[in-house]
């Protein structure tokens, strides 16, 4: 079951902030976000696990809410660094070999 | 950290080929890989997983017979796209958990651009 992203995309000015949310119609065991850049393959940002954690790295934080089954990523004060195409990936085991299952993204572009 | 290494990052082929995409664990053992293709401008579509020792699983409406994947040691998973055609042109990536990492990050290589002419 695909987690279903929103916004599909958005436009930043430098500065700026954005959310982007990621949610699923099935229980979840940890959320994963990605950022990927034209061209490039995804890189790992965050992981949220079960428990209604947050987390934090600098101006990029996200939320799990594991009874609304939903995640949210926060990015503030943008950075022109920071466009591209936002993945959140869900997970609904912890068996090792699970694999992701990702959302259509979230094409984010920061402007000058 | 955990280091994923895919190879060719690129390939051109004629249609009707056969290629080959190898993706290893670099400093980590890999009991299980998965393998996602991305179309231009959409999401990682999950393949099959790839499990060592064993057959690979495949997902609903990928085709086995033509994406043979092959999982002999547990640093070293192979994709094979046999009788390629334009309309398997894709982005392919491999990825994998380090056992033991206890955060279950997935880590990706780096994508093997495929265009079938």
């Known amino acids: 079951q695909q987690p279903v992203q929103s916004p599909q995309a958005v436009i930043l000015r430098e500065g700026e902030d954005a959310v982007i949310n990621c949610s699923s119609s099935?229980?979840?065991?940890?959320v994963h976000w990605y950022r990927q850049k034209h061209g490039e393959a995804p890189v790992f940002l965050m992981i949220l696990l079960k428990g209604g954690e947050q987390k934090g790295h600098e101006k990029i934080s996200a939320s799990f809410n594991e009874k609304k089954q939903q995640s949210s990523l926060y990015l503030t004060a943008s950075q022109l660094s920071y466009s591209g195409t936002y993945f959140c990936?869900?997970?609904?085991?912890?068996?090792?070999?699970?694999?992701?299952?990702f959302g259509k993204g979230t094409r984010l572009s920061v402007i000058a | 950290g955990a280091v994923v290494s895919q190879h060719p990052s690129w390939v051109i082929c004629k249609s009707g080929t056969s290629v080959k995409i190898e993706c290893r664990s670099l400093?980590?053992?890999?009991?299980?890989m998965f393998w996602y293709r991305q179309f231009p401008k959409q999401s990682l579509m999950l393949m099959a997983t790839?499990?060592?020792?064993?057959?690979?699983?495949?997902e609903q409406g990928v085709e086995k017979d033509k994406f043979l994947i092959n999982h002999a040691s547990l640093t070293l998973s192979t994709l094979t796209v046999t009788s390629a055609h334009p309309e398997d042109s894709s982005f392919y990536i491999c990825s994998a958990r380090a056992v033991g990492s206890g955060a279950n990050v997935l880590t990706f290589g780096a994508g093997s651009r495929l265009t079938v002419l």
């Open positions: 990936g869900t997970e609904r085991g912890n068996s090792g070999n699970t694999p992701l299952v």
């Open positions: 790839s499990n060592e020792g064993s057959k690979a699983t495949y």
């Open positions: 099935k229980a979840l065991y940890s």
């Open positions: 400093d980590f053992q890999a009991t299980t």
